[in-house]
């Protein structure tokens, strides 16, 4: 008795089987009083022409840059200044001679 019924059911699953369309049905677009107002203002803005007298206050007219002056040269006795340097003698600093070797006495 109850494998009859299991075998009826299983024949009844199988006629009532039948593959149906579905159909996607777009949402109808629900009204938005505020966001269709926004859209009609942004719509409607135009943007304010530019005109080249409102930079006027605004910034500082551009002017050059002074040109630099060269540094000027000290005129001298240059030759007699560079024959001095010559003929200077180098001072050392402290130097110790221990047999024979020189060796500079101080921290590096």
Same mark, same amino acid.
């Given at each position: ?23 996607? #049905? ?6 938005? /009083?505020?966001?269709?107002?926004? #859209? $009609? ?6 943007? /304010?022409? #530019?005109?080249?007298?409102d930079?006027?206050?605004?910034? $500082?007219?551009?002017?050059? /840059? &002074?040109? /630099? ?6 005129? @001298? ?6 024959? &001095?340097y ?10 110790? &001679? ?5 060796? $500079?006495? @101080?921290?590096?």
């Amino acid at each position: 008795m109850f494998s009859r019924t299991l075998r009826l059911t299983a024949r009844v699953a199988r006629v009532q089987v039948v593959p149906a369309r579905t159909f996607a #049905i777009s949402s109808v677009r629900s009204a938005d /009083p505020l966001q269709d107002l926004y #859209i $009609k203002e942004l719509r409607s803005y135009k943007a /304010p022409t #530019i005109k080249a007298s409102d930079a006027e206050g605004q910034v $500082k007219a551009w002017k050059a /840059p &002074a040109t /630099p002056v060269a540094p000027s040269v000290e005129t @001298g006795d240059l030759a007699g200044e560079l024959s &001095a340097y010559e003929n200077e003698t180098v001072q050392l600093e402290a130097v110790e &001679a221990v047999e024979g070797e020189v060796q $500079k006495t @101080g921290e590096w």
